[in-house]
């Protein structure tokens, strides 16, 4: 029989390796996708889920109620989705003060591939980035992620309240983008098939 989050969970925190590295294999990829959907890169994505285990098994301390595991997760990967943007910002200020070099093309198999699902992913930021910062976090995680409003709520340390009327405004706000703005009406909101890590 299958053992549970929860069960996974409590085997974690007394110690077990074993069970942690269970949880990682059965949420990774969603955790990945998560965190690609909202950076638009792969590597830095495979990155950052690192980060998002390595505070979880930091913090495995932490008692959640047997349903709040992964919600837990994508917390966490929030807050170091956050704390990259802001890297990202400090760097890019420090670049911007430097001469810029030229870029070596890059030859890797299935490069081609990567590319374009990355210039997808980047155009659907571009939709993304248009919402303010709160509301990003709500829609990707409720139509990207397809978590429910209580386990967005969770992952997010808010009301169920604020979950369904930030969704709500992002909803409508994305249903508002013109061609004139670079966006078709009426495109869907829904999340892209996921990416493989």
């Not at 294999?25 to 390595?54: P, S, W």
């Not at 409003?149 to 994305?174: C, K, W």
Request: glycine fraction near 6%.
């Amino acid at each position: 029989m299958r053992p549970s989050d929860a069960d996974l969970w409590a085997r974690s925190r007394a110690g077990d390796s074993d069970a942690f590295g269970l949880l990682f294999e059965r949420h990774a990829k969603l955790i990945f996708n998560y965190c690609f959907r909202r950076i638009g890169n792969r590597e830095t994505a495979r990155d950052m889920l690192q980060v998002v285990f390595l505070e979880a098994w930091r913090r495995r301390d932490k008692e959640l109620a047997p349903d709040k595991v992964l919600p837990w997760f994508y917390g966490i990967a929030t807050n170091v989705l956050r704390n990259q943007r802001r890297s990202e910002r400090r760097f890019a200020a420090a670049l911007s003060r430097m001469p810029g070099a030229e870029a070596a093309p890059d030859f890797a198999e299935g490069a081609d591939e990567h590319v374009d699902y990355e210039r997808q992913a980047k155009d659907g930021l571009l939709r993304l980035h248009s919402l303010p910062r709160r509301e990003q976090d709500v829609f990707v995680l409720c139509v990207g992620m397809e978590l429910s409003y209580d386990e967005a709520a969770f992952a997010l340390d808010i009301p169920i309240g604020t979950v369904r009327s930030r969704l709500s405004s992002a909803r409508a706000r994305l249903g508002e983008l013109n061609s004139g703005t670079g966006h078709e009406q009426g495109e869907s909101t829904n999340a892209q098939e996921a990416a493989q890590p």
